[in-house]
Nanobody
Framework: QVQLAESGGGLVQAGGSLRLSCAAS????????MGWYRQAPGKQRELVAS???????TYADSVKGRFTISRDNAKDTVFLQMDSLKPDDTALYSC?????????WGQGTQVTVSS
């Protein structure tokens, strides 16, 4: 069993920054990829950023140049540095882990950006 614990969400003004963390624990073997998704009220969940075991990163167009995903392989932790936040970034951010062809999800952390 795998558990994902997210932290770092909160309320911030537009233009501000937040750093999200997601630590994986439990029966961790070989992680293929970790990433962050978000879902705003009334909208579908969307990929924000992901990072493979080899360090290859992918970003949604809406966050390119503002968000940075990174990973600490020794601690099975993924980070999302979010800068120049906009009100449109307001959403529930969930951590995602892919391992041995299975996908695991965290509970999510709320990010609210005020204008």
């Amino acid at each position: 069993q795998v558990q994902l614990a997210e932290s770092g969400g909160g309320l911030v003004q537009a233009g501000g920054s937040l750093r999200l963390s997601c630590a994986a624990s439990g029966s961790i073997t070989s992680i293929n990829a970790m990433g962050w998704y978000r879902q705003a009220p009334g909208k579908q969940r969307e990929l924000v950023a992901s990072i493979s075991s080899g360090g290859r990163t992918t970003y949604a167009d809406s966050v390119k140049g503002r968000f940075t995903i990174s990973r600490d392989n020794a601690k099975d932790t993924v980070f999302l540095q979010m800068d120049s936040l906009k009100p449109d970034d307001t959403a529930l951010y969930s951590c995602n882990l892919i391992m041995s062809f299975r996908t695991y999800w965290g509970q999510g952390t709320q990010v609210t950006v005020s204008s």
